[in-house]
């Protein structure tokens, strides 16, 4: 069993910066693949990016793109999401995934355990 447990959400104002950290236990946790999904009320969770086992590759939705970060250090099993010039449309739920696979994905169905989620708002 895997345990993820987010931290770092908060309230922000347009165009700032918050970064979110996910520590992982109980698994190797360098043998995984690990991403970034958000949930806002009334939608479906949505991918926001992924990293590899290794952190040799990231994926990113178009709409993070060039302002969201993905990173993970292997030594102290944690992934963290830097996010940049925040929009209100960021405002969610962000959920930390862990996939069974050394490879990103970027469908909640490709990820097999999931943290409590922590809440990040944009005010205007």
């Known amino acids: 069993q895997v345990q993820l447990v987010e931290s770092g959400g908060g309230l922000v104002q347009v165009g700032g910066s918050l970064r979110l950290s996910c520590a992982a236990s109980?698994?190797?946790?360098?043998?995984?693949?690990m991403g970034w999904f958000r949930q806002a009320p009334g939608k479906e969770r949505d991918f926001v990016a992924a990293?590899?086992?290794?952190?040799?590759?990231?994926y990113y939705a178009d709409s993070v793109k060039g302002r969201f970060t993905i990173s993970r250090d292997n030594a102290k099993n944690t992934v963290d999401l830097q996010m940049n010039s925040l929009k209100p449309e960021d405002t969610a739920v962000y959920y930390c995934?862990?996939?069974?696979?050394?490879?990103?994905?970027?469908?909640?169905?490709?990820?097999?355990?999931w943290g409590q989620g922590t809440q990040v708002t944009v005010s205007s």
């Open positions: 109980g698994r190797t946790f360098s043998n995984y693949a």
């Open positions: 995934g862990l996939r069974f696979s050394t490879t990103p994905g970027t469908t909640p169905a490709q990820f097999g355990s």
């Open positions: 990293i590899s086992s290794s952190g040799g590759t990231t």
